[in-house]
């Protein structure tokens, strides 16, 4: 592979980071970042306070032990979250729904029970946050205010 070619590939990989605490505050260098989070207990993610335009993260469920939750904070409700999610339901009526935010203050998304291959994208437009992603869980996500 010529020198140019490596360079566009490398340049081309993104960054995996494993979560395994309860807690993670993310800064606007992690931009860009995929994290694989394994969830042994309640996990709270708390997103940059003052994003930039294009500051944008990817959070997998990797594992789950038990009746944990994955929440993402944006810190405040100034900076809500818009988009949404769709909500695979692993009960017996296995429903799929797509889930929404207030579009005027939730800043906080729960995440009760997601299983492994959850996944959310969080973008930023300099202000506000807009979610994409699938959850698979029991539970349908809850968006909050602060």
Not at 70 to 96: K, P, Q
Request: net charge negative.
């Amino acid at each position: 592979m010529s020198k140019v070619g490596r360079a566009a590939f490398d340049a081309s990989r993104r960054r995996l980071e494993k979560i395994t605490a309860t807690s993670k505050t993310l800064t606007l260098a992690e931009s860009g970042e995929i994290y694989a989070v394994a969830l042994a207990a309640n996990c709270t993610i708390t997103l940059p306070s003052a994003p930039e335009n294009g500051t944008v993260y990817t959070f997998i469920v990797s594992s789950q032990a038990g009746d944990d939750e994955l929440i993402i904070d944006t810190g405040s409700d100034s900076r809500y979250f818009l988009g949404g999610v769709v909500h695979l339901d692993t009960t017996a009526d296995e429903n799929a729904v797509s889930v929404a935010p207030d579009g005027n203050s939730n800043s906080k998304l729960t995440l009760n029970d997601p299983l492994p291959g959850t996944r959310i994208e969080c973008v930023s437009d300099g202000t506000l946050w807009y979610l994409s992603g699938g959850v698979a869980s029991a539970t349908v996500p809850a968006f909050g205010d602060q």
